[in-house]
């Protein structure tokens, strides 16, 4: 069965730039979609089809999908960033999920 | 701006059945959008349940798949998740979600519902 691996976590300072991967076998073939979430909280998709981001979600925010790893960017890490992150594809018609990244903003 | 609501029982006894709903607001539940079911244990990742067309087409995770009945109720504008004889290991919060589709691709999981802990325990 098709798997992604996120690494379990990501430390950032405030003001620079956070890169958390996903990874996968050709994973650049296929569309990646990157959730946040907070503690309590659903989570929020933040990057969709590899790169866009939805209405409302700031600019900081960026990803990109290429070969076997999908990365999703936060230029400008802000304390509010600090969360979960999944990345999310689909494998036919089954949604994956990677197993998470916790990003703390030191 | 659709909305989800999930309900149901938060506490269910080992080798029952656990079953949920998801209302659906702002969004006739017909009108083309899927519909999903994802669940995350305490302290843990999210794992896809299964995803469901108004039509009632279901496509079910593949560990799952013999133990899951997702089924949608147009009139009612929902859609419900059954989940029979369940262990320790089905406690979770369960999100309810809509899903993308764009010629034949699938896509987002956008928006969630708020999700519902079900605890499984006699």
């Known amino acids: 069965s098709y798997e992604m691996t996120q690494p379990p976590s990501v430390s950032v300072s405030p003001g620079q730039t956070a890169s958390i991967t996903c990874s996968g076998d050709k994973l650049g073939n296929k569309y990646v979609f990157w959730y946040q979430q907070k503690p309590g909280q659903s989570p929020v998709l933040v990057i969709f089809e590899d790169s866009k981001r939805p209405s409302g979600i700031p600019e900081r925010f960026s990803g990109s999908n290429s070969g076997n790893t999908a990365t999703l960017t936060i230029s400008g890490t802000q304390a509010m960033d600090e969360a979960d992150y999944y990345c999310q594809a689909w494998d036919s018609s089954t949604a994956l999920f990677g197993g998470g990244t916790k990003l703390t903003v030191l | ?122």
């Open chain 2, 1 to 122: 701006q659709v909305q989800l609501q999930e309900s149901g029982p938060g506490l269910v006894k080992p080798s029952e059945t656990l079953s949920l709903t998801c209302a659906v607001s702002g969004y006739s539940i017909s009108s083309g959008y899927y519909w999903g079911w994802i669940r995350q244990p305490p302290g843990k990742g999210l794992e896809w349940i299964g995803t469901i067309y108004h039509s009632g087409n279901t496509d079910y995770n593949p560990s799952l798949k013999s133990r899951v009945t997702i089924s949608v109720d147009t009139s009612k504008n929902q859609f419900s998740l059954k989940l029979k004889s369940v262990t320790a290991a089905d406690t979770a919060v369960y999100y309810c979600a809509t899903i993308g589709r764009q010629q034949l691709v699938w896509l987002s999981l956008d928006p969630w519902g708020q999700g519902t802990l079900v605890t499984v325990s006699s």
